[in-house]
């Protein structure tokens, strides 16, 4: 990962989108990129740990380019204090650029989809600063907004994200934290268990029954089945924004 205040100069206009196709040559002349290539953007929240930025090229090919957000094409919504970094990626692909963030604590962050030229980078700004919205408050991780498109819809969206929370959770919300606490966890581990509840009793050590019962409660005070599609996905999407508003729980 390289980072030097020449990047800012040359990619600050291509990061701002709309830049014409002469500042477009010339960063790509000034940095020696390819103007089409497999391109990735990620926007950090915060400043990374000391080492995390790495002189040098990876070994796949991957190449780093770090700015600060502050030049004024960073980050929105009050992330104000972190990084953006152009990516050209290498034989690991976005997937592996993000373990290698992950794994230098780098986050939270988000990248953006893989675009084909250096005039797209202002989209994939954008959209990687939509992604690093659906990170949960006070986590490290580093996601793709490929894999978190229906979060990213929420986020966009904060009246009717908050419309979506009262109206499917507001009885869950009226119990207290504890109780409350005990069905949502319930809801994710079922969730993350495939739907299987002998597999969320051995994940949370209680009986299968307990489970059971704990989802039948939630589908009383939300008034949703677990069995029916549309209903699991209004569940699904108001936890989503539960997440997302308080943390994890």
């Keep these: 990962m390289r980072r030097g205040t020449r990047y800012g100069a040359l990619l600050g206009p291509l990061l701002a989108g709309g830049a014409p196709p ?29 080492g995390a930025e790495a002189e040098g090229a990876e070994a796949d090919g991957t190449r780093w380019y770090w700015c600060d957000s502050r030049d004024g094409y960073g980050v929105e ?25 992950t794994e230098r604590g780098a986050g939270p962050g988000g990248m953006s989809p893989v675009v084909g030229s250096l005039a797209e980078l202002g989209a994939a700004r954008r959209l990687a600063g939509t992604a690093l919205l659906t990170c949960a ?29 009262t109206e499917v959770f507001g009885p869950l919300l009226a119990l207290v934290p504890a109780e409350r606490a005990v069905l949502v966890g319930t809801l994710e581990a079922w969730l993350e268990c495939g739907g299987s509840v002998g597999r969320a009793a051995v994940r949370l050590r209680c009986h299968r029954n307990t489970v059971f019962n704990r989802l039948r409660r939630l589908e009383r005070l939300t ?27």
């Design 137 to 165: 408050p006070g986590t490290r991780e580093v996601v793709r907004l490929d894999e978190r498109l229906s979060t990213a819809l929420l986020v966009s969206r904060p009246e009717l994200s908050a419309r979506l929370l």
């Design 77 to 101: 919504n009050g992330y104000g204090d972190g990084h953006v970094v152009v990516v050209l990626l290498g034989a690991v692909g976005a997937a592996g650029a993000v373990a290698r963030l």
């Design 22 to 50: 002469d500042l477009v040559e010339r960063a790509a002349r000034g940095l020696g990129l390819p103007v089409r290539g497999r391109y990735a953007v990620v926007v950090l929240a915060a400043p990374v740990p000391e």
């Design 223 to 249: 008034a949703r089945s677990l069995s029916r599609p549309r209903e699991l996905v209004d569940l699904v999407l108001a936890l989503d924004v539960l997440r997302l508003s308080s943390g994890p729980t």
